[in-house]
């Protein structure tokens, strides 16, 4: 009798064991921060299948993130693809200008068939459920130009503000005037301050609105590798994609390996790439919105970028 309540007791415990083993791991490998979103067309289900090489931070050879600055009338004020590759400890940032005009798929039915890339966002949110806009947006990128993203972040810029805060601010260095109120001279952004910065408007071209959005993201790498360790850097990974506001596809598995990855690599290694000005042309649509028709040519250069075949 004893010896069958010992096997019984054991196999509960194993079980248990077992369950406790699996939570583990599915905390570990699910998608637990900001909201869930369909798989759909442009969207992996996660990174690409290992491959047989030896990388950083116990992370995948490569991962390509979407990355979605978000105003306040739901369209994306700035479009990112990086492409993080945790073999050469290299990250490529490539810009994709928000006055694209592009084919849309997915909003036929609603009279869309093209438009600015900048809209697409607010397409997916108001025509589709909830968190449609990061899917539609990613399914815009693949139609176009046969990109797939592995994970994605879409964060509106009152949560951009709020990050730089967190992290005291950044500092900057303008060798010329851009405005009344930013003019040459040396700058300590706050969140508010940062944001006016980076939506300035008037003054120029969309161009320079994204010079100045690279600006104060690579001061914000630079001051969360400078100051954070990799325990901090994780906790505020958690911390802001654990927030509703925040649309995130990343593990605890995947943030690891990302704040592994910052903290040990050099800086000259984040690297920030714009789409020359040859691949497109200025034009006027008839309802008389100032656009930009991308060339041929953008395609091929967009996915060289993303194997990591341009760094420059």
């Known amino acids: 009798m004893k010896t069958k309540n010992f096997i019984s007791k054991s196999i509960i415990f194993l079980l248990i064991l077992g369950l406790l083993i699996s939570g583990v791991f599915i905390v570990w490998i699910s998608s637990l921060f900001g909201k869930s979103l369909p798989t759909e067309e442009g969207i992996t289900s996660g990174n690409k299948e290992a491959e047989p090489v030896t990388t950083a ?38 810009s994709i200008p928000r006055d694209f005009w592009v084919p849309i798929p997915g909003f036929s039915d609603h009279g869309i068939t093209e438009g600015r890339i900048n809209a697409v966002y607010g397409y997916g949110e108001y025509y589709h459920v909830e968190g449609g806009g990061i899917a539609s947006t990613a399914n815009t990128i693949y139609s176009n130009y046969g990109v797939k993203v592995d994970h994605y972040v879409a964060i509106h810029f009152n949560n951009f503000e709020k990050v730089i805060d967190k992290i005291g601010g950044v500092d900057i260095v303008l060798d010329k005037p851009v405005d009344a109120n930013f003019i040459a001279g040396k700058y300590h952004l706050t969140g508010k301050t940062a944001m006016e ?31 954070l360790n990799a325990v ?81």
């Open 232 to 312: 901090q850097l994780v906790s505020l990974g958690i911390e802001v994609v654990m927030d509703k506001t925040i649309l995130a596809d990343i593990n605890i598995k995947d943030l690891n390996s990302l704040a592994c990855l910052g903290k040990s690599m050099d800086y000259e290694n984040i690297v920030f790439i714009n789409i020359p000005q040859d691949m497109f042309k200025p034009y006027t649509t008839t309802g008389g919105a100032n656009v930009r028709i991308p060339e041929p040519s953008v395609v091929p250069f967009i996915q060289k970028v993303l194997k990591g075949e341009i760094d420059q």
């Open 57 to 94: 931070c116990v992370g995948p050879a490569e991962m390509i993130v979407l990355i979605l600055g978000i105003d306040e009338n739901e369209q994306t004020d700035a479009i990112r693809l990086a492409r993080v590759d945790f073999v050469e400890r290299k990250i490529i940032v490539l």
């Open 197 to 227: 910065f980076v939506r300035i408007r008037e003054v120029d071209t969309d161009d320079y609105r994204i010079d100045r959005q690279t600006l104060v993201m690579t001061q914000v790498l630079k001051k969360i590798k400078d100051t």
